[in-house]
């Protein structure tokens, strides 16, 4: 397995709490499987990564930011199976701009946001995002409000049914801007 070295962006570990094999990452990664089995805690030095249950960026997504994971609960993980990992460029800056649609193909009403929305409901009276253009900076929508359930990333783009940003269903609870700190 990787060893830990100064400079690396994030470490996985296979057992909780740091132990076990470890593989030190530093950039995107189709396919982790060939470099642990099973991962259990993270730590993140630097950067901002989008991680996946899955090879080729699929399956359930995990947004994670600087910090320490000592399990796959605390980055609100379905299981311990990470096969892929990206780095997320579109952190820095100081503008964040996204266009939601409550219909696919950018129909229904539309709103601009700037800001991260904790309870989509509350602020927009709809809570269902069929479709989404992201015009500045990376965020990150979660099914549940209060940034909670399964996560999805979307940076700058356009997105003309939810399943273009990885979603089974278009039921957006909360969203945030993302963010390196």
């Known amino acids: 397995m990787g060893k830990v070295r100064e400079g690396y ?5 296979e057992e909780k709490n740091f132990q076990g094999r ?4 530093s950039s995107d990664c189709v396919d982790l499987h060939s470099y642990f089995t099973r991962c259990n ?21 995990y947004i994670m930011s600087p910090g320490e994971y000592p399990d796959y609960q605390h980055w609100m ?24 649609y409550e219909r696919p193909d950018y129909g229904g009403q539309m ?40 996560q999805y990333f979307l940076e700058r783009g356009e997105f003309r049914k939810h399943t273009d940003w990885g979603a089974a269903s278009p039921g957006v609870g909360s969203f945030r801007k993302i963010t390196e700190f």
């Open 111 to 150: 709103v601009e946001w700037v800001e991260d929305c904790p309870l989509v409901y509350e602020a927009f009276k709809f809570q269902e995002v069929y479709s989404c253009v992201v015009t500045h900076g990376a965020w990150g929508f979660y099914e549940l409000p209060n940034y909670r359930g399964r």
């Open 41 to 61: 805690s993270i730590k993140v030095e630097s950067g901002c990564w989008v991680l996946y249950e899955k090879p080729n960026y699929k399956g359930y997504q």
């Open 77 to 100: 993980g379905f299981n311990e199976s990470i096969k892929s990992c990206r780095w997320v460029k579109n952190v820095h800056g100081n503008v964040w701009k996204l266009r939601l």
């Open 22 to 25: 470890c593989y030190d990452c």
């Open 9 to 13: 962006a994030l470490t996985f570990f």
